[in-house]
């Protein structure tokens, strides 16, 4: 193992869990969901003892990453992304359809930041994380935090839903104008509220609707499960569609549109947008709301 980063806990007037505490001060590991891996795998100790996702800071230890020693360096991912808006805290892209966030991949949105974003100036700056997922097929709208204390911020942020996010999706089916859906999603509580904007016939799918989506909670796959259960799954969602009218070759009509927040660091409230796929303009008059 190779010793890599130190981190001298401040003094607390409380204890905190590590895998809250620990986000954003190691380089390798910024994010929460990296940093539990780190403690999974035995990389972190506090004091020199292992730490576990149970461990609890108190004020004055010292933690420390040790990772293995790699004997090639990383290749290099050469990928272009639409940055949408860009400042020495945070970014927010345009994410592509078919590439994952992050993961065990050498294609990424994580892997490529690097070349797309600008370096931050800032003394805690680090290598650029998303601070929230979406998944392989869903397209649309990306935050990204550019320092240490930023992805802190943004994480406490989602964690307090003090981040508005918007979506559309293209539903099959008749829908009523607006409604609420509220189920267990992997065993936890999750809600979605949507409104139908417009409703077009189709031949081979009944009607097709033109949904904006705004999920209360954030589980796995939550608005495709909920537009599913309510017998209105997203075209192209081979995963929770009906068999029948699975849509091959097209990609699934989910956008992440919109991001509204306030800036944790200018405290400029920010409404962010990303336009609609051309795959949605094609079957809607779509005016930007």
């Given at each position: 193992?190779?010793?890599?980063?130190?981190?001298?806990?401040?003094?607390?007037?409380?204890?905190?869990?590590?895998?809250?505490?620990?986000?954003?001060?190691?380089?390798s590991?910024?994010?929460?969901?990296?940093?539990?891996?780190?403690?999974?795998?035995?990389?972190?100790t506090v004091?020199?003892?292992?730490a576990?996702?149970?461990?609890f800071?108190?004020?004055?230890?010292?933690?420390s990453?040790?990772?293995?020693?790699?004997?090639n360096?990383?290749?290099?991912?050469?990928?272009?992304?639409?940055?949408?808006?860009?400042?020495?805290?945070?970014?927010?892209?345009?994410?592509?359809?078919?590439?994952?966030?992050?993961?065990?991949?050498?294609?990424?949105?994580?892997?490529a930041?690097?070349?797309?974003?600008?370096?931050s100036?800032?003394?805690?700056?680090?290598?650029?994380?998303?601070?929230?997922?979406?998944?392989?097929?869903?397209?649309?709208?990306?935050?990204?935090?550019?320092?240490?204390?930023s992805?802190?911020?943004?994480?406490?942020?989602?964690?307090?839903?003090?981040?508005?996010?918007?979506?559309?999706?293209?539903?099959?089916?008749?829908?009523?104008?607006?409604?609420?859906?509220?189920?267990?999603?992997?065993?936890?509580?999750?809600?979605?509220?949507?409104?139908?904007?417009?409703?077009?016939?189709?031949?081979?799918?009944?009607?097709?609707?033109?949904?904006?989506?705004?999920?209360?909670?954030?589980?796995r796959?939550?608005?495709?499960?909920?537009?599913?259960?309510?017998?209105?799954?997203i075209?192209?969602?081979?995963?929770?569609?009906?068999?029948?009218l699975?849509?091959?070759?097209?990609?699934?009509?989910?956008?992440?549109?919109?991001?509204?927040?306030?800036?944790?660091?200018?405290?400029?409230?920010?409404?962010?947008?990303d336009?609609?796929?051309?795959?949605?303009?094609?079957?809607?008059?779509?005016?930007?709301?």
């Amino acid at each position: 193992m190779k010793l890599t980063e130190n981190h001298k806990v401040s003094k607390r007037t409380t204890p905190i869990r590590l895998q809250e505490y620990g986000v954003g001060i190691f380089d390798s590991f910024p994010t929460k969901s990296a940093l539990k891996k780190a403690l999974k795998k035995g990389y972190i100790t506090v004091n020199g003892n292992a730490a576990t996702s149970a461990t609890f800071i108190n004020g004055g230890e010292l933690i420390s990453l040790s990772v293995p020693e790699h004997v090639n360096p990383k290749k290099r991912l050469i990928f272009k992304l639409k940055v949408l808006f860009e400042d020495d805290y945070l970014a927010v892209i345009h994410k592509p359809a078919g590439i994952l966030v992050s993961g065990n991949h050498f294609k990424t949105i994580t892997n490529a930041l690097i070349q797309n974003l600008k370096p931050s100036p800032l003394d805690d700056a680090t290598q650029p994380q998303p601070v929230h997922r979406l998944d392989f097929p869903t397209t649309g709208i990306l935050l990204i935090g550019k320092t240490k204390r930023s992805i802190r911020a943004l994480n406490k942020l989602f964690e307090d839903r003090a981040i508005k996010k918007t979506y559309y999706a293209v539903t099959i089916g008749s829908m009523k104008a607006e409604g609420r859906v509220i189920t267990e999603v992997d065993g936890k509580a999750s809600e979605s509220i949507y409104k139908v904007h417009q409703t077009v016939a189709s031949t081979r799918f009944g009607y097709l609707n033109l949904v904006e989506l705004e999920p209360s909670t954030g589980r796995r796959h939550q608005l495709r499960k909920h537009l599913a259960s309510i017998g209105n799954p997203i075209l192209g969602d081979k995963d929770y569609g009906i068999a029948s009218l699975i849509l091959n070759g097209k990609g699934l009509y989910l956008h992440a549109y919109s991001l509204n927040f306030v800036h944790p660091f200018t405290k400029e409230e920010l409404y962010l947008k990303d336009d609609f796929p051309v795959n949605f303009k094609k079957i809607f008059n779509i005016l930007e709301p």
